[in-house]
């Protein structure tokens, strides 16, 4: 079977993501990456192309001009992976989908709301797949989380609590991923609430079902100086009613990325906690708790489609990735819908999230969240 062969933007020496893309898209010997626009700066480019080991003829000066010379190909790239910084989201994306490409972005979606809508009127009318790596959907017992809840045995539910705390903005930070997180030229309308927020907000709906309908947003600058936020506190409102809570913060010291995930149903609750990833706890009103591990054969088979190793074998952040890139492969070599595969809607969702957050936050007022 001839790979599927991939392009990315973003991802040169010394950035974060762009390598966990590399590695978790080529993970299961399904894409190849083939071509890339890897720094804004061409030098950076192609000493970022000469380490993934891509000709050197097709490590490129711009994101247009790769695109343009792949789209043309016969053996060029049919999938653009975005991982830059988010102001480069739409661009990057709108350039690829016009070009006949498929997308697979990293979040969020795009700086703005109008900038998501607008994202999704090309996807729309070009038909092209786009996918977003909301990376924690990709978690084994996330998707069983999600599995759970959809089959009614925590019953309705009632009150879904979200926590993602991480410390390393705690004081003055220099470093790339640091700078362009705080401008908001680069990072768009907000900063913690965009950056992981937007994590914890898709998580909460990817495994409750429901949607977020309305809330009031407390968004900080708590170290001196910053012109986005880096601590966010937000009450929401759920679409049956329901109460919840999302907390995300990137000046908890101490925290590394322990996003939490607990949704209480009328019977029970359930409890995932990136820290232990490989562990779903379920909590019930009338029985002691149950422990679930990831690769055991009583998960769904959604759960253990996603697996590649034995129980006990702990599989992390890399294979997570990598099973949404597993969902992308398959919509693109079968044309079939992937059901926990994150796309434009939930793209658009996580923008009024966030524009919803950060203009509530004006007047800690409560806000509906419309799309
Ligand atoms: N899904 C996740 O879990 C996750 C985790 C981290 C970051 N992200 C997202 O990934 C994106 C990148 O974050 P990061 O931490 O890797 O940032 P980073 O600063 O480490 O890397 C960004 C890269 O983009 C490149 N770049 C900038 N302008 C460019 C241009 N015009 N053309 C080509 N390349 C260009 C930079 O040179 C750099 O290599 C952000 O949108 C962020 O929100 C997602």
Known sequence: MAKLRMAMVGGGPGSFIGPVHRLAAELDGEIAMVAGAFSANPARSTEAGLGYGVAPDRAYASFREMIAAEAG????????????????????????????????????????????????????????????????????????????????????????????????????????????????????????????????????????????????????????????????????RLDNGAPAVLHASQISAGERNGLRLRIYGERGGLDWCHDQPNVLTLNWLDRPSETLHAGAPYLSASARAVTRLPSGHPEGFIEAFANIYRDVAAVMRTGQAQPALQGIDAGVRGMAFIEAAVESSRDRAWRDLTV
């Not at 709301?113 to 009127?121: D, G, H, P, V």
């Not at 003055?172 to 640091?178: G, I, L, R, S, T």
């Not at 992981?196 to 907000?201: E, K, M, P, S, T």
């Open 73 to 236: 190909r016969g053996d060029g790239a049919r999938l653009v992976v975005v991982a830059t910084p988010n102001h480069l989201h739409l661009p990057v994306a709108v350039a690829a989908l016009e070009a006949g490409l498929a997308v697979v972005s990293d979040k969020p979606a795009t700086a703005t709301l109008n900038e998501a809508r607008e994202l999704a009127t090309v996807v729309a009318r070009t038909g092209g797949l786009y996918a977003l790596t909301y990376t924690y959907t990709g978690y084994p017992l996330l998707r069983e989380a999600r599995e759970i809840v959809a089959s009614g045995r925590l019953g309705a539910v009632r009150k879904a609590v979200v926590e993602y705390p991480q410390g390393w903005l705690s004081g003055a930070v220099d470093n790339k991923q640091a700078a362009w997180r705080l401008d908001p030229s680069q990072a768009g309308l907000g900063g913690c609430v965009a950056d992981i927020g937007v994590h914890a907000f898709n998580a909460l709906e990817f495994v409750s079902g429901r949607r977020v309908t309305a809330l009031c947003a407390d968004l900080s600058r708590v170290q001196t100086g910053r012109r986005l936020d880096d601590d966010c506190n937000v009450l929401l």
